[in-house]
Each structure stands twice: as C-alpha cells, then as structure tokens.
C-alpha cells in the first residue's frame, strides 16, 4: 500500500520542528511533496534546552511536553493531506552504553489530538536488541540511492547537532543485506558552535560561518580534542547531543572567531576521520543538515575530503527537510512490517521494526 507519510523531525540543534509528506509505501520511494516548518520561539528553546541530558524519572517535563506537542500538531495541521504521520519527538538524553533512550513526546496523545495515525517511539525496540538506537536515516539514505539509480558506493552525510554518515552500497537488494549501509555518528556538528556563539554573543548559529571564517583554528584544542576514545571505536556508535559538552571548555579563553573557527574545525576533522571506517571509498559525497548554513564548513570538508562531495540539493533533495522525509519513510517501513536498522546501522543482533503504532 502507498502511503502519503508525514515525517515529523525536531533535532539536537532546537531550531524547531520540520514536517515533509513521502509518498511511499516503505520500500520505494515514490515522491515527495508538501513541507512545513515551524520554529521555535528563544523562550521555547530555553525551556527545551533546560530538558537536555535528563531521564523520565526525574520529572518536571510539562513545559517542554506542551512545547513539543503544540508544535508538532501545528505542522500536522498544516499539512492535512497526510494519511500517515512519522513522529520522531525530541532526543532528551541517549545513553547506548546503558541501554538507554529519551525522546520527549507522546504519540498517542498527538494521534487523538490530529485524528491520525501515529508511528513513533522509533528507537527503543532497537536498544532493547542491543543496538545504539542511532542513527535511523540510514535505511532511507539506501532508497534516495535506490531512486537516483546509483550503482557505485555512497555517503550521505548529515550534520545537525551532531554528525552521523550513512556509507551506502546501492548494488545491495535491500538496506538489511550484508553491506548494504555502514551507519554512524561521526562527532559533535553544530551543537557546540550554537550553544558558543549562543552563550558569547545571543545569536544561535554562526550564519554563512562568517565568523569562523573571520578565525584562527586553536590547533592545541584541536589535539586535544581528538584523544578521545569515541574516534577508535568501531562502528556502529552513536552519539548524546551533550556526550562532548567539555568541547566547550576548550575554547573557553578563545576569542568569539578563534572559538567558532576551532569548533567548526573539530566538526570538518570529525568527518574526515570517519573515513577510517570505511572499507572502500565512496564514489561521491551528499551532504544535508544545518550545514548548509556554512559556507566555511563546506569549504572544509571540500579541502578536506578527495571525492566529491555536494549538497543533495545538486540531486534534487531537499536537504532542510531531509531527516523529515526520513521519518515518514520510516512510518511507513513501520506499518509495512519491516525493518528499520540493522547490525551495521545500529548494531542490533538481527534486523529491528521499531516504532510504536497509535491510532486516532
């Protein structure tokens, strides 16, 4: 059956809630059409924010649940053609390690509040067959490759608040086979450089990263940096939007350029050093995420990496509502009883359909 599936995306980086409708029915992807973007106010990303790195049992979420809520059912209400809605909520705290995942939002309540049906609580399932959890675009990054008939190996690079790389192998017959998608989180994206530029001058996001550019990279904070054990890991690993929030202590004494030209350094480095895993190299990058809105880090990676790397744009995506689109894929693979991670996206023992089903 094919379903007109409304992702629902609210990331790591709090800018607000993205909404794009996928036209598929959970294998192929048939289209994509309408999209909507709801931001949020300073005041509702203070009080999300506030949320970041706590558990259920410590309470005191009323605030940030109405927020998301509210926000949510304005997106699905400006979008009435859906039949299916995808509904992420909002990462709190992630801690694989634990085998544990927060993400705020009831599905259930939002299917009686829209009088739709409601896929979501998309990571526990994964978790609990001891995977990460994260990240969950890759099985969609696989059929975006699927439909621009690719044959040849490629990463699609998201990076929001934190970066993830799905490597993926278009000759494979389905996202679950051996080899088909190699998928994890890369290092800290745009999460660190918005709460700097947030804490150090009010803005929330280094525009055009004009100051950055205006920098110095700290090459001393650069090293150190990288002595952490998450780069010698071997995938899959995912990452908590707070996992480096000591990355922040590292340019304290820095100047605002010379502070958001080595953050935004550590972001480019990060996915460079994601190559290691890689077990040939990919024919092209495509990049989506908040990236776009820096010109510097995409001159980075450009110097930095030896193929082509693009926005997905250049391809006829939509990289603003990329992770959006994800969501409703991934609905619908959820009705469709299929898989939405796999040992080499998660690390999850078999083949994992996650995502709870509320009807209206």
Avoid at 88 to 101: F, L, V
Avoid at 233 to 254: A, G, H, T
């Amino acid at each position: 059956m094919i379903y007109r599936s409304l992702g629902l995306m609210s990331g790591t980086s709090l800018d607000g809630v993205d909404g794009a409708i996928c036209l598929t029915d959970g294998r192929r992807i048939l289209d994509f059409e309408g999209t909507y973007f709801r931001p949020y106010t300073h005041n509702e990303q203070s009080v999300l924010r506030a949320a970041l790195g706590r558990w259920p049992e410590q309470g005191g979420f009323e605030d940030a649940n109405e927020i998301i809520h509210s926000a949510h059912l304005e997106v699905i209400n400006a979008l009435p053609d859906a039949d299916l809605v995808g509904f992420h909520g909002q990462t709190i705290n992630h801690d694989p390690a634990k085998g544990r995942t927060f993400q705020l939002g009831d599905g259930a309540a939002l299917a009686r509040a829209s009088g739709k049906r409601v896929v979501w609580d998309f990571r526990t399932a994964d978790v609990a067959a001891g995977g990460q959890g994260a990240p969950l675009a890759p099985f969609f990054h696989f059929a975006c490759a699927k439909v621009l008939g690719m044959h040849a190996p490629v990463v699609f690079l998201n990076l929001g608040g934190v970066g993830n790389v799905s490597f993926v192998d278009p000759s494979k017959p389905s996202p679950e086979a051996d080899g088909a998608v190699l998928a994890f989180d890369t290092g800290p994206a745009n999460a660190p450089i918005n709460d700097f530029l947030l804490d150090r001058t009010g803005q929330s996001f280094d525009k055009d990263g004009q100051l950055a550019l205006q920098g110095t990279v700290h090459l001393p904070a650069l090293e150190t940096f990288f002595k952490s054990k998450y780069f010698e890991r071997v995938p899959p690993k995912s990452l908590d939007r707070n996992d480096f929030s000591d990355i922040l202590e590292l340019v304290r004494d820095l100047s605002d350029a010379d502070g958001a030209a080595t953050l935004t350094a550590i972001c480019v480095a990060s996915v460079y050093a994601a190559q290691a895993h890689f077990k040939e190299d990919p024919a092209r990058w495509l990049v989506a995420g908040d990236v776009i809105l820096s010109r510097t880090i995409i001159n980075g990676l450009k110097n930095s990496l030896a193929q082509s790397i693009e926005p997905v744009e250049a391809v006829g995506f939509d990289g603003d509502m990329f992770e959006a689109q994800a969501f409703g894929y991934l609905a619908a693979r959820v009705i469709a009883q299929l898989p939405t991670s796999a040992m080499g996206t998660t690390g999850c023992k078999s083949p994992v359909c996650g995502g709870q089903i509320s009807e209206p």
